[in-house]
Nanobody, 123 residues
């Protein structure tokens, strides 16, 4: 499956952005999907994940309540709604997919990756 992330940009602190990740080349509903991010000089970190049907979501504790992951299997797209953005949210955001039924937060557990979209939050 190929993934194409979009929606990044420049936003002031307190603002919102919605990232999208469109998939092609596979049966979208067969994949668990996730968002990761990587800030300059830091390792890639887990942000959120969603089950194949979209009924179960997972978040890193520090982002619960501000970020929301969702998916539309009819549109082969996964979203990340980001609210109340902070300068420390500045990073390249990646969408990722795995076909396993088991949830994981480790990047190595995801087989397919989008190219990343840059989010910059100014103070």
């Amino acid at each position: 499956v190929q993934l194409q992330a979009s929606g990044g940009g420049f936003v002031q602190a307190g603002g919102s952005l919605r990232l999208s990740c469109a998939a092609s080349g596979g049966i979208f509903s067969n994949y668990r999907l996730a968002w990761f991010r990587q800030a300059p000089g830091k390792e890639r970190e887990f942000v959120a994940a969603i089950s194949r049907s979209g009924d179960i979501t997972y978040y890193v504790d520090s982002l619960k309540g501000r970020f929301t992951i969702s998916r539309d299997n009819a549109k082969n797209t996964v979203y990340l709604q980001m609210n109340s953005l902070k300068p420390e949210d500045t990073a390249v955001y990646y969408c990722a997919a795995r076909s396993s039924v088991v949830h994981t937060t480790t990047p190595d557990g995801y087989y397919y990756w989008g190219q990343g979209t840059l989010v910059t939050v100014s103070s």
